[in-house]
């Protein structure tokens, strides 16, 4: 089976920062996608950011010029940098595989991880 722990949330004043990081473990071949979804009291569940096997990445317009996403193949770790928090950045971030590929299972499948609580003071 294959968990995601993600660990780096807690509080923090606005403008400052966090670094959240999601480590996947398991018998693991390949993992096309991580990202970072985050779910705000009384809100839907949105994508903050996304990188590819090949590097390449996506983020929510929100947080574009704020928030870098990195990962460590060896690893299979994602990362979230976050600076320049805003109160609205206040929320469970969660983390996601996508297209992963396990040893003695046929196809691909998506995990998550159980979140990390992120809130910024005014």
């Known amino acids: 089976q294959v968990q995601l722990v993600e660990s780096g949330g807690g509080l923090v004043q606005a403008g400052g920062s966090l670094r959240l990081s999601c480590v996947a473990s398991?018998?693991?071949?390949?993992?096309?996608?991580m990202g970072w979804y985050r779910q705000a009291p009384g809100k839907q569940r949105e994508l903050v950011a996304g990188?590819?096997?090949?590097?390449?990445?996506n983020y929510a317009d929100s947080v574009k010029g704020r928030f870098t996403v990195s990962r460590d193949m060896a690893r299979n770790t994602v990362y979230l940098q976050m600076n320049s928090l805003k109160p609205e950045d206040t929320a469970v971030y969660y983390c996601?595989?996508?297209?992963?590929?396990?040893?003695?299972?046929?196809?691909?499948?998506?995990?998550w991880g159980q979140g990390t609580q992120v809130t910024v003071s005014s």
């Open positions: 996601k595989a996508d297209g992963v590929k396990v040893v003695l299972r046929h196809g691909l499948y998506d995990y």
């Open positions: 990188i590819t096997s090949g590097g390449s990445t």
């Open positions: 398991g018998i693991i071949v390949s993992i096309e996608t």
